[in-house]
């Protein structure tokens, strides 16, 4: 017969039978087994178990060492104890503390998620003394840490008769102990209504409410329970605490490589849009050609547009508050930054252009050529523009993205066979020009990012 573990009662018990005695042992919780012994062993002999009040105090001081401590118990019967009385008149045998470590990367990784605006709180059956030990060790709590960080599970009070101290204390707390998986359920509920994106992270049966009700469930995938892993929408694999921040920031680039790729096709295009406009209405050669835009589309907007989504993400992404929810891919600041980017490629173009139309009084054939290889070079200079405005120009996650570099060199190639492959050249209207004249295509690309990037600075 077995009374099997339970996260309220915080104790378990077994009968064995031993000749023609039933022997109950029991294990769990101090405060769970104490209330059940009215007697204790002392020197192999049986007494009433008085001094109970020092035992507590003994507790405390293993669990402020950082230890986990379970309390042992057992009693004999003659008969097969009924389940119901099996855990009444326990005889007190003593106590045993052990050490659980935390894993040494894990003070570093609180340490990121700080930094990341991330907060971590600590959910745990374990003794308030032990979790706070525990929590100090990982870097969680100060070792001068206020009292009120530390909540314990019996102090807890009814989460529907909350009042705003309570809800204020709850909602600042750093370790939770002793507590049970209601009380987990209902601080989750507590800090989502306040506006929390909740991940949580369990491997038992007793976590599986809390995993589902949590906005992102995360479960251990070695020692995890089944049920855990069901329930989860993350399975760890390694049962490693730092693998969370490698998906948090894995998550945080690949939003922003989209949020890149996005504005760079944008501003690309809108570009090609504004330039063949404009020149039409101040009745200047047509900077770009059917077939031309078809081949940008297809070749220079692509390759570095994918080039973006495989990027690592900021050099400091870690040292950002998370975004809001709610916060759309393209935000009013990125659209600013589309139509700027658009307007500075476009007066490259338009540039070369009325240049070429007005001072070099060069052939109508001559002068698309031109604007159409600046803008090929204009829209490939386009993704050093993506980078935010605090990082270095030279150093930053697209020009330490090996991809950008192949990418660029992938499109320049195949642009230089385009125009020196007769069949393409002719399909696209390419005709040869002079050194000089692809110095200034250069030129005039280049201006382009330097104006993108002075106004940007500005």
């Known amino acids: 017969m077995e009374v099997a573990f339970d996260a309220d009662r915080k104790m378990m018990a077994t009968v064995n039978q031993h000749q023609n005695t039933f022997n109950i042992y029991a294990k769990g919780a101090f405060e769970s087994i104490v209330k059940c012994c009215d007697t204790m062993l002392k020197n192999s002999k049986t007494e009433n178990f008085k ?37 009444q008149q326990l005889t007190f045998i003593g106590l045993v503390g052990f050490i659980d470590p935390a894993r040494e990367d894990v003070k570093e990784t609180i340490a990121t998620y700080k930094s990341a605006g991330i907060s971590v709180v600590m959910m745990t059956g374990d003794h308030p003394g032990t979790a706070k030990k525990i929590a100090q060790e990982i870097g969680l709590l100060g070792l001068d840490a206020p009292i009120d960080k530390v909540v314990a599970g019996k102090d807890i009070p009814d989460m529907e008769n909350l009042n705003e101290t309570d809800k204020y204390k709850l909602l600042n707390a750093v370790v939770f102990a002793r507590v049970t998986p209601k009380q987990k359920l209902d601080l989750i509920a507590l800090f989502q209504q306040n ?14 409410p ?66 063949v406009g404009v020149a039409a209405l101040l009745a200047l050669p047509s900077p770009l050609l059917p077939l031309q835009i078809l081949f940008l589309n297809l070749i220079t907007d692509i390759f570095p547009a994918l080039a973006l989504g495989l990027g690592k993400g900021e050099i400091d992404i870690m040292d950002k508050p998370p975004r809001k929810p709610d916060e759309p891919i393209m935000t009013l600041k990125l659209w600013k930054a589309t139509i700027i980017y658009g307007l500075c490629i476009t007066a490259g173009v338009l540039g070369i252009t009325a240049y070429a139309h007005f001072v070099l009084k060069s052939t109508p054939n001559e002068i698309n050529n031109m604007a159409f290889f600046t ?43 385009a125009y020196f492959i007769p069949p393409i050249a002719k399909a696209l209207y390419l005709i040869p020009l002079t050194a000089d004249k692809f110095g200034l295509v250069i030129l005039f690309g280049f201006a382009s990012l330097a104006l993108s990037q002075i106004i940007k600075r500005l």
């Open 51 to 87: 001094n109970k009040a020092a035992w507590i105090q003994k507790v405390d001081n293993l669990a402020i060492q950082g230890l986990r401590v379970l309390a042992f118990a057992y009693k004999e019967s003659k008969t097969i104890p009924e389940y119901e009385n099996m855990l």
């Open 195 to 208: 506006n929390n994106i909740v991940g949580m992270l369990g491997d038992g049966i007793n976590d599986v």
């Open 210 to 275: 809390a995993l589902k009700k949590a906005d992102i469930g995360i479960a251990m995938g070695i020692r995890g329970t089944e049920a855990a892993r069901e329930t989860a929408d993350v399975i760890l694999k390694d049962d490693k605490f730092t693998s969370i921040e490698l998906a948090i920031k894995q998550g945080r680039a690949i939003f922003e490589n989209i949020r890149q790729f996005v504005v760079y096709l944008l501003s690309s295009n809108l570009a090609e849009i504004i330039s």
């Open 375 to 417: 803008l090929v070079f204009a829209q490939l200079l386009n993704v050093f523009n993506m980078p935010k405005r605090h990082l270095s120009f030279f150093k930053n996650e697209v020009t330490l993205n090996p991809f950008i570099w192949y990418a660029i060199a992938l499109s320049l190639f195949i642009t230089a066979a």
